[in-house]
T-cell receptor, first 116, second 113 residues
Framework: SQTIHQWPATLVQPVGSPLSLECTVE??????LYWYRQAAGRGLQLLFY??????ISSEVPQNLSASRPQDRQFILSSKKLLLSDSGFYLC???????????????FGPGTRLTVL | DQQVKQNSPSLSVQEGRISILNCDYT??????FLWYKKYPAEGPTFLIS?????DKNEDGRFTVFLNKSAKHLSLHIVPSQPGDSAVYFC????????????FGKGTLLTVNP
């Protein structure tokens, strides 16, 4: 069966510090990978998605970047955090083959980031 | 421009009664719709989905209805249970090779014992 891991679970960082959040998927190959953010009182905002190693698409301009160094590894980074980067970050994967065809996505447990 | 809208931020229902969560969309290219349930500090979990070629899909206590002409879908939970209390997200997909989902802002459902 497939599992998705995210770490750390919680993180408190000062403004201006760097960030690295990691996500790994087990039990599947060639997944589509996604990073979302849920800010307080807001919905799920898609930040980045990747359809393969080294292929990253950005949905919104921001202070963050993403990388996919391996097939089942997705990393969210920042060189200098802003207060507005605080939120709940979620990694998700979906099957490349699209079963079901609408692309059901499976989410990780999330990382709560607080920037002070 | 918000393409998937959940206009009710919260809903309170008595245990045993029906919960109806609504979702509207604006993009006519969407052809697949999903509902996710989310507890605090956890990732969303998939509940039920519906293809645009159908108008109803049922799974146990959960039924999703799709009205394409109105660009509206709804999730019915019958009977509602206290464990159903969570935030429910509506999501839509236009297909394609990358399968991006567009999410609504969610509705907080509270089921009172």
């Amino acid at each position: 069966s497939q599992t998705i891991h995210q770490w750390p679970a919680t993180l408190v960082q000062p403004v201006g510090s760097p960030l690295s959040l990691e996500c790994t998927v087990e039990g599947t190959s060639n997944p589509n990978l996604y990073w979302y953010r849920q800010a307080a009182g807001r919905g799920l905002q898609l930040l980045f998605y990747s359809v393969g190693i080294g292929q990253i698409s950005s949905e919104v301009p921001q202070n963050l970047s993403a990388s996919r160094p391996q097939d089942r590894q997705f990393i969210l980074s920042s060189k200098k955090l802003l207060l507005s980067d605080s939120g709940f970050y979620l990694c998700a994967w979906s099957s490349r083959g699209g079963i079901p065809p609408g692309g059901e996505q499976f989410f990780g447990p999330g990382t709560r980031l607080t920037v002070l | 421009d918000q393409q998937v809208k959940q206009n009710s931020p919260s809903l309170s229902v008595q245990e045993g009664r029906i919960s109806i969560l609504n979702c509207d969309y604006t993009n006519s290219m969407f052809d697949y719709f999903l509902w996710y349930k989310k507890y605090p500090a956890e990732g969303p979990t998939f509940l039920i989905s519906i293809s645009s070629i159908k108008d109803k899909n049922e799974d146990g206590r959960f039924t999703v209805f799709l009205n394409k002409s109105a660009k509206h879908l709804s999730l019915h939970i019958v009977p509602s249970q206290p464990g159903d209390s969570a935030v429910y997200f509506c999501a839509a997909s236009g297909g394609g090779s990358n399968y991006k989902l567009t999410f609504g802002k969610g509705t907080l459902l509270t089921v009172n014992p």
